[in-house]
């Protein structure tokens, strides 16, 4: 049985126009073509450090081809990347950390669902480790990936400050 999710969706109105969209995403995150897997951020709350952005699966992904012929399936891996950059857009963004915030681990990952072409995959994110020294950040952020109102992935991605 999946835990319950970091926040409660049914209090943030999921049709409203982003707070941030793909083309503020762009001057934050430095992904761009196959590897920009984050369109939107809806909603955060800075004093409770949780954010909620999505990614909308579309027929035209890289990995559709090749990741499972005739029933295309977002690879986990690719969820959890998601997941990456919308922990260091919020951390970037809201928290105004300065720099190249770096993936450096993942822990705790469990894939639940799957994800296909045509969904949306909301992305909850919640930084519960954000430490500082000198010019050194580390941090932690819980993440859920929820699709249809079921829990997609659920994991605890790390980063660093690489430049």
């Known amino acids: 049985m999946p835990p319950p999710l970091l926040f409660d969706l049914s209090n943030i109105d999921l049709t409203v126009e982003p707070v941030f969209d793909r083309e503020a995403i762009e001057k934050v995150n430095p992904q761009r073509y196959e590897m920009q ?5 809806l909603w955060y709350d800075k004093k409770k450090s949780q954010v909620l952005g999505y990614k909308n699966v579309t027929d035209k992904e890289f990995w559709i081809r090749g990741h499972i012929p005739q029933q295309p399936l977002m690879p986990g891996v690719i969820m959890i990347e998601a997941a ?41 994110g919640q930084i519960i ?3 500082k020294r000198g010019r050194r950040t580390h941090v932690e952020t819980r993440v859920q990936g929820v699709v249809n109102g079921k829990m997609a992935f659920e994991a605890v991605v790390a980063g660093m400050r690489v430049i």
């Open 37 to 41: 897997q984050l369109d939107a951020i």
């Open 84 to 124: 990456a950059q919308l922990s260091c857009f919020f951390l970037k963004e809201v928290f105004q950390e300065p720099g190249f915030i770096g993936f450096a681990g993942i822990g705790e990952a469990k894939f639940r669902s799957m994800v296909e072409p045509g969904q949306s995959l909301y992305l909850l």
């Open 129 to 131: 480790r954000y430490k």
